[in-house]
């Protein structure tokens, strides 16, 4: 009976405490006209990659803005926070090589979980990782081969994915050491989820635009936030 | 064993020292076109033997990188044949241990370039590209030792071309190489052009490079820039490299005219160092082209080559100095 009691208290505590982990949702905007971004003409010198546009070259995605000035591709995360990963049991996340373009560019794991890198264009790539605070990897991916997994066990912003074959193709993987974190969409939206009250520091980095900061509290229905960028 | 003019010799050394300098073309390619690391594997490519890497396959940067590696393979073996050749059939036994010297050397090189790319380390790149001009200097002056000139010219009456004006040239020649060394250090940055105006710097006769100014610098570059931010170092450096320019330029002037003094008009001495100021004139502008096209790759590497060319012509011009001193000497 004792025991019983003592773990249908324990449950109900952890469900008390899921239960009180809430949301940060807001939206990132971008103040002022979007940048004009320039066709990737490197692409038409490739005829393997030239074939793959027989119409309008892609052009480069510093800035994705909506037509209601939302902003995509920004990391929006709790700051000061370490030693909280859960990467390991996270779902893999995936990066594809579609287009002589990598898809998504902005990308954010936690320490310890796995990226997958795909190769899903009709050539071959060499994945190159340039980081910071990690150790730097040069791998060869063939057209349809097998997928590469990487996992990185230190924080780092923006820790840029190459190919040298195709010298325009970039991405840019951040890494947290907590599951805090989220990247803008297209719409502009971002939900960080299971945060626990309290009060927190909120930063939205844009690999361009740089990094805003905002002190928030999250209670037990979350809390909204939104960020506003402009180009200076 | 003899010492006399071998042709075959001679020519075999000259396809050697030809092929040396198209590899550095080809290695300048490479890294104007950032395709140094594009072939992750080594001596393999891609998995494949290197020397059956389907052709299908080379696009890209692969291209610019494979076909180096395939180049560089041959010349690894016409070194090996002409190593082997000088053993056997040159009786001066200093041209058979010069032959050792470059067969060895391009071992190093090999593995150098193997290194870079397996222990991705860019910085193995700067004495890659150091060796590369050493060795081209070593080929082509194995070729002038067994030409028929050098060979034959024990026999004929020479003038002597003074210690002064040899010794400045030895010393523009290292001036030139030390530039290089500038050169492989500021192309192994991987950053883009760190000044992209000329002749001004920024803007200035000297940029500024404090945070504020680098930050600016970050901000406002080129569309289409590809490489790292670029440092204060890398500014820095860049200027270093326009100034010890403008000092060979004028180092090469005074060579030209002191030859012409020295030596007369119609000595080919003096003509081969007017040649040199030409070519340095041409490296000027190749230089300032570079800047101006905000390094294009096929403008950078045609700057890398004429480099290349000047270290050449000054090391050619002061061994065959030296070797008409010395037999001038020998015939007092």
């Known amino acids: 009976m004792k025991k019983i009691v003592l773990v249908s208290t324990l449950a109900a505590f952890g469900v008390l405490q899921m239960a009180a982990a809430a949301d940060i949702t807001g939206v990132i905007n971008f103040k002022g006209a979007a940048p004009t971004e320039n066709e990737i003409t490197p692409i038409k010198d490739d005829p393997s990659c030239a074939a793959l546009y027989p119409g309008q070259l892609p052009k480069t995605r510093f800035y994705v803005v909506s037509a209601n000035g939302e902003l995509a591709d920004v990391i929006v995360s709790l700051k000061g926070i370490s030693g909280k990963s859960t990467g390991a049991s996270a779902a893999p996340a995936t990066l594809d090589q579609k287009g002589a373009l990598y898809t998504p560019q902005i990308v954010a794991v936690q320490t310890g979980q796995k990226l997958v890198v795909k190769n899903s264009d009709p050539f071959v790539h060499n994945v190159h990782t340039t980081p910071t605070a990690n150790p730097e990897s040069n791998q060869v991916q063939m057209s349809g081969g097998a997928d590469l997994t990487y996992t990185f066990d230190k924080p780092e912003m923006f820790l840029k994915f190459k190919c040298d074959v195709h010298p325009w193709m970039f991405a840019w993987v951040s890494v947290f050491d907590h599951p805090y974190f989220a990247v803008s969409g297209a719409d502009g939206k971002f939900t960080i989820k299971n945060v626990p009250p309290g009060k927190y520091t909120l930063e939205a980095a844009h690999r361009k635009l740089g990094t805003q900061t905002a002190e928030i509290e999250v209670k037990d229905d979350g809390a909204v936030q939104g960020f506003t960028f402009e180009k200076k | 064993m003899n010492n006399k003019y071998q042709p075959a010799l001679f020519w075999f050394a000259v396809l050697n020292a030809i092929a040396t300098f198209l590899l550095i073309g080809l290695g300048g390619l490479v890294t104007s076109h950032e395709a140094g690391m594009s072939v992750p594997d080594w001596p393999t490519t891609y998995g494949y033997n290197m020397f059956v890497f389907p052709l299908d396959k080379w696009v890209g940067g692969i291209f610019y990188e494979h076909s180096h590696r395939l180049l560089a393979s041959a010349v690894g073996l016409l070194t090996t044949i002409l190593a082997v050749w000088l053993w056997l059939k040159d009786a001066r036994k200093w041209i058979q241990w010069l032959g050792i010297t470059a067969f060895l050397l391009v071992i190093v090189q090999g593995i150098l370039g193997g290194l870079r790319v397996r222990w991705m380390l860019d910085w193995l790149g700067i004495p890659h590209g150091a060796v590369a001009q050493t060795f081209l200097v070593l080929t082509c002056a194995i070729a002038l030792f067994v030409s028929r000139w050098w060979v034959n010219s024990a026999n004929q009456n020479h003038d002597s071309v003074p210690r002064g004006l040899r010794s400045h040239v030895l010393f523009v020649t290292i001036l030139i190489f030390v530039q290089l060394l500038i050169a492989a250090t500021m192309r192994h940055q991987h950053a883009g052009l760190a000044i992209n105006d000329f002749p001004l710097a ?131």
């Open chain 2, 202 to 332: 920024h803007g200035k006769l000297w940029p500024a490079t404090t945070p504020e100014a680098i930050a600016d610098y970050n901000a406002h570059r080129p569309v289409g820039t590809i490489g790292n931010p670029i440092t204060a170092f890398q500014v820095t450096l860049q200027m270093v490299h326009r100034l010890v320019a403008y000092a060979i330029f004028l180092g090469i002037v005074a060579a030209a005219m002191l030859a012409r003094k020295k030596l007369g008009d119609g000595d080919a001495l003096a003509k081969f160092a007017w040649f040199w100021f030409g070519l340095l004139t041409l490296q000027i502008g190749l230089g300032a082209w570079t800047v101006w096209s905000n390094k294009a790759a096929d403008i950078t590497t045609l700057h890398v080559m004429v480099g290349a060319s000047a270290l050449l012509v000054g090391a050619l011009w002061w061994l065959m100095a030296s070797r008409r001193a010395s037999l001038a000497e020998s015939m007092k």
